[in-house]
């Protein structure tokens, strides 16, 4: 699903240049769940923009089912978007004027979907991850467990290849964390390629393989054994 | 720009955020109802001091006599100036290539006019046909004096409308008998005149019939010409100062009166009264115009701020949308889309709020500088879609700034 070869990220800060990314190489099937790991500064927010095309990569190839990334404009970079990733954030992200019907709806409205059907559509999902009594509340009304579903509902909505998630669980305790991590592994076992990024090694642990990142370089790649989340709860 | 869904998702935009589309629509509409406003009184006061100044015609030169102050050529002070029918004719054949209509007058102040049982006292006076240009009267019913009232000496009258409203109320008076100091004479014509009452309340009759009637062997109290106009106003002010100088010095010569006595014979010359008005009108006009066009700036600076603001507040929700797979000009369509609706919407109503204030409160003013306050609609519209481009064009660049930032960037912002 995912072919990443040499990637190199670079920033530049005035005078200095801070080298992120020094050449990553890894590769993902459809249907992994993979966390990436790593101190902060070790460039996996980095990489995973990269993925999410967020950010461009200054060299290297990256492809995506069988798609070469490159030479991005803004409209290829829009139209991939939408058609192959769904984007979870830290901080969820949703607009906070609108409802979490409206929110789950929004990347529908840019693939051209009718409004009616839009709806439909997005409360499914919002059904799917058990919200359908606040499909009419807007986010400054909803628990930031609640928030990150909502997220992952939208995420889920425009039927993506790949979710990305950045640090889902970074703003919650860990009772919500385990939730959400639960939703994302019942996601996963219907089939759906899932990479997060994170620092905390318990989350890590619910995934199926740990990427270790450090100092822009892939330092350690293994499967590991899920633990399924209700073993914690 | 016509896809539904696309409005729809506008409307919902802008219903979610009602206070923010609340300010931004009331600082657009409150600058144009100002504006409107404004216009509306600067054209109400040119108005007003226009038509204070219309109550004569605008280029007249009338020459008046009094008591001589100087000895001259050994005739002593205190005499008093007669015009005469040959001073008016005289000078009338000299300076007839530059005059248009001309005429003397003489007057009987407060004779006393009998209508069967109703009376009254006004003003009578002997006049030309020419008299009405100056005067600047306007006949709603019969005519004013012709030629052959004068060849023929007719026994006619020209009466103001206060005149005919006070001796015949409703009847009509063409053709029925007035009789001044018991001479009858018939009324042809009743006029008005934008001097108002003072100058509706006279009867005007043939020269040589007054002349004839009240024992003015051939006496004149004051004559009358309207100088020839050119295409430039500054000419024919000059003619008009020139022409005057040259009759006030004719007059004197012909009746031996020192050249600088001013006393004795007093001229008249309107054109140069006309030029002072017309430049304080002109004046009038640019500082509304210059308040106005402040008033416009002060708006587009206005609404571009607030788009720069409203651009500034959605950063993150663009790096939302564009996470999400908006293209970025459909971003900024989109938030350009929504300024324009508002900004229009609120200018009309501006626009018509000012349009109904002036409409109502217009006819209500009673003051004779300002009259009817009105506003060129097509001035007022140019304004509202001013506004609207300029708002447009003051929201379209940060939010192309924002919709070129890389979302990852957007989307820390907070």
């Known amino acids: ?233 | 720009m016509f896809d539904i869904e696309r409005w729809q998702e506008i409307f919902e935009t802008l219903s979610k955020n009602r206070l923010r589309t609340f300010l931004t629509g009331l600082s657009v509409a409150s600058g144009i109802f100002i504006l409107v406003i404004l216009l509306g009184f600067g054209k109400g006061i040119e108005n007003g001091v226009t038509s204070e100044f219309q109550r004569d015609a605008v280029n007249y030169i009338s020459v008046w006599t009094g008591v001589t102050t100087k000895e001259y050529k050994g005739m002593n002070p205190g005499r008093f100036i007669q015009l005469k029918n040959h001073d008016f004719n005289m000078l009338s054949d000299k300076y007839a290539e530059y005059t248009e209509e001309k005429s003397p007058s003489y007057f009987v102040w407060g004779a006393l006019v009998n209508y069967k049982n109703q009376s009254g006292n006004y003003r009578i006076q002997g006049v030309l046909p020419g008299y009405q240009v100056v005067e600047n009267a306007e006949i709603i019913n019969g005519r004013f004096l012709n030629d052959s009232d004068i060849s023929e000496i007719r026994k006619v009258a020209v009466i103001g409308n206060r005149l005919k409203l006070d001796l015949f109320k409703d009847e009509d008076p063409i053709g029925k008998q007035i009789s001044i100091f018991g001479i009858n004479l018939t009324v042809i014509g009743v006029f008005v005149d934008p001097g108002g009452e003072r100058d509706e309340a006279r009867v005007y009759m043939p020269i040589n019939t007054a002349q004839l009637a009240f024992n003015g062997n051939d006496n004149l109290n004051s004559l009358w010409w309207t100088v020839k106009m050119s295409d430039n106003f500054d000419d024919a002010v000059a003619l008009s100062d020139r022409l005057s100088q040259n009759i006030e010095s004719d007059v004197k010569q012909m009746h031996t009166v020192a050249p600088d006595d001013t006393g004795a014979v007093r001229i008249f010359n309107t054109l140069d009264e006309a030029k002072k008005i017309y430049s304080l009108i002109d004046k009038i006009k640019a500082v509304f115009w210059f308040v106005g066009i402040g008033t416009i700036i002060a708006g587009i600076v206005g609404v571009g701020n607030i788009m720069l603001i409203i651009v500034r507040e959605r950063t993150k929700e663009i790096g939302i949308r564009k996470a999400l797979g908006a293209l970025p000009m459909s971003i900024v369509g989109m938030i350009l889309q929504e300024a324009v609706f508002v900004t229009m919407f609120a200018g009309l109503f501006g626009l018509i709020a000012g349009l109904g204030l002036l409409e109502l409160v217009g006819p209500q003013i009673e003051s004779d500088f300002i009259k009817y306050p009105q506003v060129n609609f097509n001035i007022a519209l140019t304004t509202v879609f001013l506004l609207v481009f300029a708002g447009a064009l003051a929201g379209f660049i940060p939010a192309y700034r924002a919709a070129k930032i890389k979302p990852v960037i957007a989307l820390r912002d907070e």
């Open chain 1, 1 to 233: 699903m995912i072919q990443i070869k040499d990637l190199h990220k670079s920033y530049h800060m005035g005078n200095n240049s801070l080298h992120v990314l020094k050449g990553i190489d890894f590769e993902v099937k459809e249907g992994e769940l993979v966390s990436i790991m790593g101190s902060s500064g070790s460039g996996k927010s980095t990489l995973l923009n990269i993925l999410g095309m967020l950010d461009e990569a200054d060299s290297g190839s990256y492809t995506l089912d069988n798609v070469p990334i490159k030479n991005l404009n803004e409209k290829l970079a829009a139209n991939y978007r939408n058609k192959f990733l769904g984007f979870i954030f830290q901080s969820f992200n949703l607009i906070n004027y609108k409802s979490a019907l409206d929110n789950v709806a929004l990347p529908l409205y840019y693939q051209g979907i009718k409004r009616k059907e839009r709806l439909e559509r997005a409360a499914h999902y919002l059904d799917k991850v058990g919200l359908t009594d606040w499909s009419g509340h807007l986010p400054s009304e909803l628990s930031g467990g609640q928030k990150q579903r909502v997220a992952i509902a939208r995420a889920l909505a425009s039927e993506p290849k790949v979710l990305l998630a950045d640090e889902p669980t970074g703003a919650l305790d860990t009772t919500t964390s385990y939730g959400v991590m639960e939703l994302i592994q019942g996601i996963n076992d219907e089939g759906k390629t899932i990479l997060v990024v994170t620092h905390e090694h318990d989350i890590a642990q619910m995934t199926k393989r740990i990427v270790n990142l450090k100092d822009g370089v892939i330092i350690d790649d293994k499967n590991i054994n899920q633990v399924r989340t209700p073993q914690y709860v």
